[in-house]
């Protein structure tokens, strides 16, 4: 079993990696291999609209002929029996290096006829976790979830998730380890302290859970 997860925040130790890790644990601990990718740490770009995944009898049919720091990332994501997505919410949607990666990720599997069917060779869980600094009520009165329900399902038919994928909302996140330092008016800092202690290990125990599932699907 090789489940893996790929990190879309910029930052390796902090909020969306914690979570990250621990849905990787959970899948270890059904015996699961697993890693976990930082994209940050990676030099490429989106799908420059080539083609070259959609040529009769090319070399590079069903597979991204862009060659760069991704190259071997997709590789193993062909390899892959469950995939978590991680990636911070900026201005409403994920990271622009976590969409370039979706792009990159999905695009060369998706077939261009009447049912736009996939080439990916099996059915795997696809799971998606989101960390956001707005609460809950703000995120549903700005409309982040249909923003990002898109992409999910898209990418949960690419890859033939069973159930559909599975998403985790974790929202009003404690960003600096000081808020006397910036200016952030709007947030009482107490309380996400104590949102931070109270509901935060929640959180990882949700993405820990996740894997677990995930892990415990795999046939």
Partial sequence: MNVLAINGSPRKNENTATLLNKALEGAAAQGAKTELVHLYDLNFKGCISCFACKLKDGKSYGKCAVKDDL??????????????????????????EMRSFMERMTF????????YSSLFKKKIPVGFIYTMNLDEKTMQEWGYIPVLKGTENMIGRIFGAPEGPEVLYVTDTYQFNDYSKYVVTG???????????EEFPKDCEKAFAMGARFAGNIK
């Fill in 108 to 115: 060369p599997y998706l077939v261009y006829d009447k049912n």
């Fill in 71 to 96: 190259t071997a990332i997709l590789e193993k994501i062909d390899n892959a029996d469950a995939i978590i997505l991680g990636s911070p919410i900026y201005f409403g949607n994920v990271t622009g």
């Fill in 187 to 197: 947030f009482d800092e107490a309380q996400k302290a104590k949102r931070r202690k």
